[in-house]
């Protein structure tokens, strides 16, 4: 919502602080009717953006309110909004550098990358599962393919045919004749959805925005508004039309050049030929439509294809990327209903556009800019990034940057390795013990998992979810974090308030921060009863327990252990000082 003239500005703290101790805090963003307070100046002078010249104008006015400065010489910039580059090109994004995209969002964002990927899926897991995109051919690769096609759907047959990197409508084409078919270029060719939900005799899309902060753990976010974009002239199915651009495409670029278009200021309104999502919902369900049923498919959908860039984002990633906080990417799915008001994707955009030239448009993409980078969690850079210290800050923010300094230890150790392997090898009768041990990673995950859902704002977390276990078959390989973090999310969904009380005395201890050994920690070791077996490959597995009370002193070995003995703190018994730690030993 935009201010409005003689409205006061409330004003928020520059910090977000995190919901757990020696956490570093985030930096605030804000939306036009907010005012954020000024950081001390050694600390102002780092907040800088690296200039553009595709960064949009809704988040150049977002990051000034943070006070930012956009800037085109320098090398210590903490965010850039730019276009998506080639993988290499993330190696000299630094530790403390946010950019816009991930390494391999092509493979959905590209239309003939998307549907190759989808339709491997399809193939792996059935038609059941991945029946929400239409048969789609690459050409020239699949030629035969489709002319094989084409003569089985008959004269009534309608084709859209794209080309594979396009955006904004061009190159489009509704056909039906083969004749008509471009020769000698690549292009998509799809079987063409010609009965479609309508409004008022008019077609229209779904604009959704879709924002993933991590690939591994998998976090994946859906805002809670979007837009809804219609044709400008009613919809016939006649073949005489098919050359009707302002009838079959529902793009903005390509509807605004028709005399007829309407705009639309007001996000309540169902009236011109935009309309926010939550008007589109409101409609529906005055029609007495379940739009919960229907954002719960597009959800289906959205998670399963963000599942089928996966692979290759990792792959890359772990070539080319530093570090994960690096990465964070907005999404554009274009989602069609039906008929029967069942969805289906179109395409994906890896640089949705931004540009805001309506209220309407303001309102919805500026609430979702703030949140997204918000989610982002910006940081100040600790020490070892900059030369200037943030200790010498003077006001009430001073004391949330003291964490900065301590940075934890990002490399697994072997036993981390251990524990991974260990549970990536069992059937889902053990995975509900992973947290029973939790490694220093597996805490920060954890937490930050869980300070990320604190800012979400507007967005709702879809993946992970109380609900997310079904999905964990679709990835290519397991993914450990994915499983740790399934597990917390069927454990704590429904009692955030516990889940962080169990990790708030870890965090207190800098558990999480990996650089001591958890066993000095401990003293007074008692033997819990008890022992599991279960059989790998090398041998037989033996998990031995045993609980210690904190107090500062190494704990004599329990019973049966050797130097070969891995040891990890668990989560603290409820209500107790206690910190279980746990050791497992292998043996032949």
């Known amino acids: 919502?935009?201010?409005?003239?003689?409205?006061?500005?409330?004003?928020?703290?520059?910090?977000?602080?995190?919901?757990?101790?020696?956490?570093?805090?985030?930096?605030?963003?804000?939306?036009?009717?907010?005012?954020?307070?000024?950081?001390?100046?050694?600390?102002?002078?780092?907040?800088?953006?690296?200039?553009?010249?595709?960064?949009?104008?809704?988040?150049?006015?977002?990051?000034?309110?943070?006070?930012?400065?956009?800037?085109?010489?320098?090398?210590d910039w903490l965010g850039c909004w730019g276009h998506h580059m080639k993988s290499p090109g993330f190696k000299a994004v630094g530790e403390?550098?946010?950019?816009?995209?991930?390494?391999?969002?092509?493979q959905i964002g590209r239309k003939d990358r998307l549907w190759r990927n989808l339709s491997k899926m399809q193939v792996r897991f059935g038609k059941q599962e991945f029946s929400f995109f239409p048969q789609t051919f690459v050409l020239p690769q699949d030629i035969k393919l489709l002319r094989k096609a084409w003569e089985e759907g008959g004269a009534k047959q309608k084709w859209i045919i794209k080309p594979p990197a396009s955006a904004r409508g061009i190159g489009i084409q509704v056909i039906h004749k083969w004749s008509q078919m471009p020769r000698k270029r690549p292009l998509l060719v799809q079987k063409y959805l010609d009965k479609p939900y309508l409004i008022s005799g008019n077609k229209f899309d779904l604009r959704l925005y879709v924002y993933v902060t991590s690939y591994n753990p998998l976090r994946v976010y859906m805002f809670s508004d979007g837009l809804v974009r219609f044709a400008s002239c009613k919809y016939s199915s006649s073949m005489k039309t098919?050359?009707?651009?302002?009838?079959?495409?529902?793009?903005?670029?390509?509807?605004?050049?028709?005399?007829?278009?309407?705009?639309?200021?007001?996000?309540?309104?169902?009236?011109?030929?935009?309309?926010?999502?939550?008007?589109?919902?409101?409609?529906?369900?005055?029609?007495?439509?379940?739009?919960?049923?229907?954002?719960?498919?597009?959800?289906?959908?959205?998670?399963?294809?963000?599942?089928?860039?996966?692979?290759?984002?990792?792959?890359?990633?772990?070539?080319?990327?530093?570090?994960?906080?690096?990465?964070?990417?907005?999404?554009?799915?274009?989602i069609l209903l039906d008929e029967n008001l069942k969805p289906w994707i179109l395409e994906v955009n890896i640089s949705p556009s931004l540009h805001s030239n309506t209220g309407l448009d303001v309102s919805i993409k500026g609430q979702m800019i703030k949140d997204l980078l918000n989610l982002a969690g910006f940081r100040i850079p600790s020490r070892e990034d900059v030369v200037t210290p943030c200790s010498s800050a003077s006001s009430s923010t001073s004391s949330l940057c003291a964490g900065?300094?301590?940075?934890?230890?990002?490399?697994?150790?072997?036993?981390?390795k251990v524990?991974?392997?260990?549970?990536?090898?069992?059937?889902?009768?053990?995975?509900?013990?992973?947290?029973?041990?939790l490694t220093p990673e597996e805490i920060r995950v954890l937490a930050e998992s869980e300070d990320e859902l604190n800012r979400r704002g507007e967005f709702e977390r879809v993946f992970p979810s109380p609900s997310s276990s079904r999905y964990l078959r679709f990835f290519e390989c397991p993914r450990y974090l994915?499983?740790?973090?399934?597990?917390?999310?069927?454990?704590?969904?429904?009692?955030?308030?516990?889940?962080?009380?169990?990790?708030?005395?870890?965090?207190?201890?800098?558990?999480?921060?990996?650089?001591?050994?958890?066993?000095?920690?401990?003293?007074?070791?008692?033997?819990?009863?008890?022992?599991?077996?279960?059989?790998?490959e090398s041998g037989s597995f033996k998990m031995l327990k045993s609980v210690c009370l904190c107090s500062g002193v190494s704990p004599a070995p329990a019973p049966g252990l050797n130097t070969t003995d891995r040891t990890w703190l668990a989560l603290p018994e409820p209500g107790t000082g206690f910190i279980p730690v746990i050791h497992l030993s292998y043996g032949s």
């Open 1 to 75: 919502m935009s201010l409005e003239p003689g409205d006061s500005q409330e004003e928020q703290p520059a910090l977000v602080p995190s919901l757990f101790p020696r956490i570093p805090p985030t930096l605030y963003f804000s939306t036009a009717n907010e005012k954020v307070e000024l950081l001390p100046a050694e600390q102002r002078r780092l907040l800088k953006w690296k200039m553009s010249t595709v960064t949009p104008n809704i988040v150049k006015q977002t990051i000034g309110r943070s006070h930012f400065r956009v800037t085109k010489k320098s090398h």
């Open 96 to 106: 403390h550098q946010k950019l816009n995209h991930f390494p391999g969002t092509f």
């Open 242 to 334: 098919l050359s009707n651009k302002f009838m079959h495409l529902t793009n903005y670029s390509v509807n605004k050049k028709n005399s007829e278009y309407q705009t639309n200021s007001d996000y309540k309104a169902c009236q011109g030929h935009k309309w926010a999502l939550k008007a589109l919902w409101q409609y529906l369900g005055s029609k007495g439509v379940n739009t919960t049923l229907i954002w719960e498919k597009i959800k289906d959908i959205v998670i399963k294809t963000i599942i089928a860039s996966e692979p290759y984002v990792n792959s890359l990633m772990k070539l080319h990327v530093r570090t994960p906080y690096s990465c964070h990417e907005l999404f554009g799915f274009d």
């Open 404 to 416: 900065n300094g301590e940075r934890p230890k990002v490399d697994l150790s072997a036993d981390e």
């Open 419 to 437: 524990k991974r392997a260990f549970y990536l090898k069992q059937g889902e009768d053990l995975m509900h013990t992973v947290l029973d041990v």
């Open 482 to 536: 994915n499983i740790l973090l399934d597990e917390w999310e069927q454990k704590y969904w429904n009692n955030r308030a516990k889940c962080i009380s169990l990790l708030r005395p870890l965090c207190q201890q800098g558990v999480h921060l990996g650089t001591s050994d958890p066993a000095h920690m401990v003293r007074n070791c008692r033997t819990m009863k008890g022992k599991h077996k279960t059989r790998r």
